[in-house]
């Protein structure tokens, strides 16, 4: 059951179901509201996985649209979730961490490239280590907790300082920046810098520059106490076992590396003002959001404190989160104008990655119509060749020659036995040699295949090969 609200209304901006559908759907799902396919796209995951509920906020044009929830915020006795509701948002907690300190670095206070031994005493052999390559995971420091549950003594309240004395005392794991490897230590000691260099303790820290100033009002230090009764429960499950009631860490474990718990909502404003530059400088902005890459030159897929890769042919800024009880996914698009936030109350699940790719799926779809229309157009060949045939006048001379009557049958007998793609979805597009290249990757049942597929500006098809993936 769905207890959707639509914030379009008191944003000014149109409703959900005023959305242009994409060009890519088929006749009959173009006849679906997109909101009516969000709802099934987050109910599809939420009853194959069995996780209790799902807070989603959604941002297009860089405007909040949709926010809704899903599902039950506790089973026994049963409340049904709804999108006022916070939930512990775990390592994207990290994203506000990282912009504390370039937002210290905006005020002459430090630089990201301090060693972070003249902030935090006790280091040990980390002290060296750059607080950069602390917020890039490059550092080497030993992370404290790589578990997907709870041992015993996380469960007892902590010191950041004692996190720290315990194990960024031990030997790097590799030499700074050689190598990337997540440690949730790292955080803490950036934590900890913050504190020093602002002079305050840190989630006051972000309430004033940050959460105040966007009006991100439901915003809570989650490690410093349990959600309220009128929030989301978190839930672990043991196997294939039912949802039981998660555990809450003792203070001061998360901290810094997983602190936050807010609203989808609240989440979404988040993006909104990093998209539109709204807290941060240009210059910092990108120190956030380029990839750091080791001294080798091998790239990372990380910045600081967000993952960066492309994405169906989109740059794609995004974080998970998972605490006890509790999983969370971020992702923005940001040259598109789009956001995605999904929340659920169970933790060590896919559910929170599933909904977003899902969503993903169905926004950027909208995103750009002439995306749109091109991945109609190559599904439609796709179909074509299944039947051993092609329309030569949406060919180019150079590409008629390639389909002779040789190759028109071998792309029949090899796809016509798959059938119908269960997705066709793009990865990638560049310009090159006058052409527009678009990159689909076809799924069925038991096979992928890559699609690629060169185009002229009038629209002709100059190439399309098929390959397995």
Known sequence: MTVALALALALGAPPVGAWAPAAAQTPAAAQIPLQARIDTAVNTVLARTAVPSASIAIVRDSNLEYAAAYGSAQIEPRRAATPAMRYAVGSISKEFTATALLLLQEAGKLSIDDAAGRWVPGMGPAATVSIRSLLSHTSGVRDDWPQDYDPPEFLKPTQPRDIVARWANQPLDFPTGTAWRYSNTGYTVAGLIVERAAGMPLFPFLQQRIFQRLQMTSVVDFDAAPLSAADATGYTRRALGPPRPAAKEGSGWLFAAGELAMTASDLARWDIALMRHEILSDRSFRELTTEVRLVNGAGTTYALGLHVELKSGKRLLSHGGEVGG?????????????????????????????????????????????????????????????????????????????????????????????????????QRSVQRGGFSIHVYEAAFAHQSLNITVLSTPEGLIEQYTVSAK
């Open 326 to 426: 509790f999983t969370a996914e971020n992702r923005l698009y940001p040259e598109s104008g789009v956001a995605i936030v999904v929340l659920t109350n169970e933790d060590a699940t896919d559910a929170s990655g599933a909904i977003a790719d899902a969503l993903a799926d169905l926004l950027l779809a909208a995103d750009s119509p002439a995306d749109a229309a091109a991945a109609a157009g190559a599904r439609d060949l796709f179909k074509q060749l299944q039947g051993g045939r092609i329309d030569g006048q949406r060919l180019t001379p150079n590409a008629r020659s390639y389909f002779t009557p040789q190759a028109l049958e071998d792309f029949q007998t090899s796809l016509a036995p798959l059938g119908e793609p269960q997705e066709f979805t793009l």
